[in-house]
T-cell receptor, first 113, second 113 residues
Framework: QKEVEQNSGPLSVPEGAIASLNCTYS??????FFWYRQYSGKSPELIMS????GDKEDGRFTAQLNKASQYVSLLIRDSQPSDSATYLC?????????????FGAGTQVVVTP | DAGITQSPRYKITETGRQVTLMCHQT?????MFWYRQDLGHGLRLIYY???????DKGEVPDGYVVSRSKTENFPLTLESATRSQTSVYFC????????????FGPGTRLLVL
């Protein structure tokens, strides 16, 4: 059973602080990793994708990947109330399952003014 | 540019009835997916399609049927709806170029009485 694990939260973050979200995955063959943001009642929208070990930055968001530890994280700098949402980690299901992603259950983030 | 649309957005039906959820994308993406999202389970893959006339089961396919006669359409049919199929259903598509990035439709909220 291929699994993607996230802390469900809620993760309460003061406005302006850094939110740190973690995700672990079980399939060592996974090569593609994604972070989606989902507002309540809305559909998931892509924030970041990462494919290589290390950090990838996009505005206030930084994704970090460590394939040896099977760990991917998302940092949100200068958190804003508009960042309050559920963040879904998604991992591709290995080379024999092209196109299919396994999603974590999501971490709810609440940014408090 | 409409992107990916789903219809209906809301549906109430009764146990035993057949229901079809529609998904249409204007990007000519090869891959299309159907997910259901339930509290505590996150996004679970029902079926996916790699191209017209090519479909495959996901994690939770029982009770569902799909077809894909045209690249842009991917309908999902509940053959005989059950209360356990009450959920939010998301359709997604992927272009096969940007390494499996999936883009989601707005979702259909289905209530089975």
């Amino acid at each position: 059973q291929k699994e993607v694990e996230q802390n469900s939260g809620p993760l309460s973050v003061p406005e302006g602080a850094i939110a740190s979200l973690n995700c672990t995955y079980s399939d060592r063959g996974s090569q593609s990793f994604f972070w989606y943001r989902q507002y309540s009642g809305k559909s998931p929208e892509l924030i970041m994708s990462i494919y290589s070990n290390g950090d990838k930055e996009d505005g206030r968001f930084t994704a970090q990947l460590n394939k040896a530890s099977q760990y991917v994280s998302l940092l949100i700098r200068d958190s804003q109330p508009s960042d309050s949402a559920t963040y879904l980690c998604a991992v591709n299901m290995g080379t024999d399952s092209w196109g299919k992603l396994q999603f974590g259950a999501g971490t709810q983030v609440v940014v408090t003014p | 540019d409409a992107g990916i649309t789903q219809s209906p957005r809301y549906k109430i039906t009764e146990t035993g009835r057949q229901v079809t959820l529609m998904c249409h994308q204007t990007w000519s993406h090869s891959y299309m997916f159907w997910y259901r999202q339930d509290l505590g389970h996150g996004l679970r893959l029902i079926y996916y399609s790699a191209a017209a006339d090519i479909t495959d089961k996901g994690e939770v396919p029982d009770g569902y049927v799909v077809s894909r006669s045209k690249t842009e359409n991917f309908p999902l049919t509940l053959e005989s709806a059950t209360r356990s199929q009450t959920s939010v259903y998301f359709c997604a598509s992927s272009d096969g170029v940007l390494q499996e990035t999936q883009y989601f439709g707005p979702g259909t909220r289905l209530l089975v009485l």
